[in-house]
């Protein structure tokens, strides 16, 4: 279990012990500093959860370490602890955001509740930080399906979640709904008051890749004016979710597995050690086999990463959940939009059910989505459905087709080319490495394409 870090600054070196003492019983981890700048060190260094701070120090005010920390760290919790102090100090403390004021000496009772108080008072922080930043995904973690295939991943990852041992590696096909599966096993997880931290590997620049996972320290280099924290810090105590593990560069994947094996690392430019209890799941829609035989990812970080695989099935190996999603999709959308779309004919279902669905639950989504804009009606039919899922007379619709006719009049091969370009962004919704793969081109072929066409991500 992850414990709370508090740091007391104070230059008593009786009250230091005592408190340090009193803290250590109630379960916190304590660190100490004698003066304000060996004070920020710490706090710089170490980051902790609350701050126990005196207003007089030997070299500094305590109010001007108060302005300090909260430079460094906007959400830090200061309880002020002094004997002194008039009412300017007071104020200005406050204005500056300290959370209380307990004077000396200290009542240990109220500076257990204060503590309590304190800390929780950082996790709402944090909790509307996340939800503010995209996280609010997490309350909707609805795994939606009737099929067999599905039931069985469903129990397995209620399995997964009763124990917090081993990492997890999701795998299938793009869009079949990995992301869903991680949040999912999450929220449902010892872990789930803790943080869930994504990062996509595909979509982080090589050079910023090692900073983002690991964070950096101040002046680091030329852009390092900060204090970092990376994904593995933020994710402490609760879930990182490492996606498009597959297209990890090889540079990173030593550096990958020895945090995974130690669950130690240093931030970048960092002479420090800083070790964290997290769990790691991790996705791919990669033959990670066939990537170690290429020799473009490593055997012992795949056995690191699959101590349990789960393997999600496509959505044309599981057709009778379809109708289940498609309804699922509606009900969000038409909320979304406000469109008083409320069912599906029975010929738009029959279109759906017959559609291989290439992009899987994702492409399934972004047609509905269509539909729902396009509509007028209280029913989908099959006019609001995109025109790659509508048969042919006579015959059933299909994922892309491997071979092309030539149309009698003749065709601009430029208007299929962006055409089949758009219809792969879409079925990997907007993800460039998914649909090049869709497309069997290189990811440089599609963003010159992209680009050539005007195509927006």
């Known amino acids: ?4 870090r508090i740091l007391v600054i104070d230059d008593d070196q009786l009250q230091r012990w005592a408190m340090g003492r009193q803290l250590t019983t109630w379960g916190y981890e304590v660190l100490e500093a004698a003066d304000g700048q060996s004070g920020l060190d710490a706090f710089t260094r170490h980051l902790p959860d609350l701050v126990l701070l005196d207003l007089q120090l030997p070299d500094q005010n305590g109010v001007e370490v108060l302005r300090q920390i909260r430079a460094i760290d906007p959400q830090a919790v200061v309880i002020m602890v002094t004997a002194h102090g008039g009412v300017p100090d007071a104020v200005a403390a406050f204005k500056l955001g300290v959370f209380d004021f307990l004077p000396k000496p200290v009542d240990f009772d109220a500076l257990g509740v204060t503590l309590r108080y304190g800390l929780e008072a950082r ?5 509307v930080v996340r939800l503010r930043s995209g996280d609010q995904e997490l309350a909707d973690t609805t795994i939606v399906g009737e099929s067999p295939a599905i039931a069985a991943c469903v129990r397995m990852l209620d ?3 009763a124990s917090d041992a081993g990492a997890v590696l999701l795998t299938g096909e793009s869009g079949t709904g990995k992301d869903l599966f991680a949040r999912t096993l999450h929220r449902r997880s010892s ?4 943080p869930f931290v994504a990062v996509n590997c595909a979509a982080i620049p090589d ?3 090692e900073s983002e996972l690991f964070g950096h320290e101040k002046g680091a280099f030329t852009d390092a004016r900060f204090l970092k924290k990376g994904v593995f810090e933020l994710a402490d105590g609760g879930t990182l979710y490492l996606d498009e593990v597959g297209e990890l560069k090889p540079s990173l994947q030593p550096k990958i597995l020895r945090v995974l094996e130690s669950l130690t690392f240093r931030r970048v430019g960092g002479s420090r050690d800083i070790t964290v209890d997290l769990r790691v799941i991790a996705a791919t829609n990669r033959d990670l086999d066939a990537a170690v035989r290429q020799g473009e990812f ?3 970080l795949l056995y690191r990463l699959r101590v349990i695989e789960l393997a999600i099935p496509p959505l044309r190996e599981r057709r009778q959940d379809i109708p289940p999603l498609a309804r699922h999709f509606l009900r969000q959308l038409a909320l979304k939009f406000h469109k008083p779309v409320l069912g599906v004919s029975d010929a738009a279902m029959d279109v759906m059910t017959q559609y291989d669905w290439p992009g899987n639950a994702r492409e399934l989504k972004n047609a509905i989505e269509r539909a729902v804009i396009l509509e007028d009606g209280e029913q989908i039919t099959p006019s609001g459905l995109p025109c790659q899922l509508t048969p042919p007379a006579g015959g059933r619709a ?5 071979e092309f006719t030539l149309p009698i009049g003749g065709v601009s091969l430029e208007r299929v080319e962006e055409s089949l370009v758009r219809q792969a962004m879409a079925a990997a919704g907007g993800n460039q490495t998914h649909a090049a793969r869709l497309l069997d081109i290189s990811r440089d072929a599609l963003r010159t394409r992209l680009k050539k066409f005007g195509i927006e991500r």
């Open 191 to 194: 872990r789930a008051d803790h």
């Open 123 to 127: 996790r709402l922080r944090e909790e």
């Open 298 to 300: 490593r055997r012992d």
């Open 159 to 161: 399995r997964l979640a």
């Open 1 to 4: 279990m992850v414990r709370d």
């Open 207 to 209: 050079t910023l890749m």
């Open 398 to 402: 299909s994922g892309p087709p491997g």
